[in-house]
Nanobody, 115 residues
């Protein structure tokens, strides 16, 4: 059984920074894709950023230049460094892991950007 445990959300002022972490446990194959999605109230869940086990990355246009995704393969952990946060970044952030045809989700962590 694969589990994803997220941490690092919270309340931050506009212009501030947060770092999210997601640790995967269980049977994790070496070749996989990890990422972050977010869902604001009343909206669909959207891609934020993804990173392959080889280190290739892809970002949503809305976060490019402000957010950085990285991973530690030895720890099966993915990180999301979020800088220059805006109120529109407020959402529940979900960790995502793709192993072949299987997709796993974390429980979500709330990020609120407000003064």
């Amino acid at each position: 059984q694969v589990q994803l445990v997220e941490s690092g959300g919270g309340l931050v002022q506009p212009g501030g920074s947060l770092r999210l972490s997601c640790a995967a446990s269980g049977k994790i194959f070496r070749i996989n894709v990890m990422g972050w999605y977010r869902q604001a109230p009343g909206k669909q869940r959207d891609l934020v950023a993804v990173i392959t086990s080889g280190g290739s990355t892809n970002y949503a246009d809305a976060v490019t230049g402000r957010f950085t995704i990285s991973r530690d393969n030895a720890k099966n952990t993915v990180y999301l460094q979020m800088n220059s946060l805006k109120p529109e970044d407020t959402a529940v952030y979900y960790c995502n892991l793709k192993l072949g045809y299987n997709v796993y989700w974390g429980q979500g962590t709330q990020v609120t950007v407000s003064s």
